[in-house]
């Protein structure tokens, strides 16, 4: 249970985020930001991933790390919104992170957050809420913090 400081509520799938600030326990939530996806984190349908040659023959393969294009634009989008978190988290912007996501994209936050971002978060919810309303949302953090 959060007894003090400022409570970040993240929600955020691999295409779009919200932030929702509760500023003190109690407080309504404030919605903070959003992003979504943008140009730069897109690919053009003529993109591929870089090619390598076979040591031995005429072969090429794909060098994608096991990662189809659509699953770059997101993990692009999400560390932009890591990033975010992280630098709040250095100039002390909340005391306390709660994160709703689906499951991969909830992974891979969990991933590209820092250790001491990673310290601060309170709970997690692995759900797609992005699209909820802000009174949906505060009934789902004070389930999750009750837990």
């Given amino acids: 249970m959060l007894l003090d400081g400022s409570a970040w509520f993240l929600v955020a799938d691999g295409r779009r985020a919200r932030l929702l600030v509760e500023p003190r326990r109690g407080a309504d939530l404030q919605q903070s930001w959003t992003e ?3 140009e730069e984190d897109t690919y053009d349908p003529q993109d591929r991933p870089p090619r390598s040659f076979d040591r031995v ?5 794909a ?4 990662r189809s294009l659509h699953e770059q634009e997101e993990h692009n989008f999400l560390k932009r919104i890591a990033s975010k978190i992280t630098d709040a988290e250095k100039h002390n912007g909340f005391e306390h992170l709660v994160i709703a996501a689906p499951p991969r994209a909830l992974g891979m936050l969990r991933e590209l ?3 001491n971002v990673r310290n601060r978060i309170r709970a997690e919810a692995s759900k797609d809420v992005v699209g909820e ?3 949906q949302l505060r009934e789902r953090l004070t389930d999750l913090l009750r837990n």
């Fill in 133 to 135: 309303s802000t009174a």
């Fill in 63 to 66: 060098m994608d790390k096991g």
């Fill in 36 to 38: 979504e996806i943008s």
């Fill in 57 to 61: 023959g005429a072969g090429r393969h």
């Fill in 113 to 115: 957050l820092p250790e």
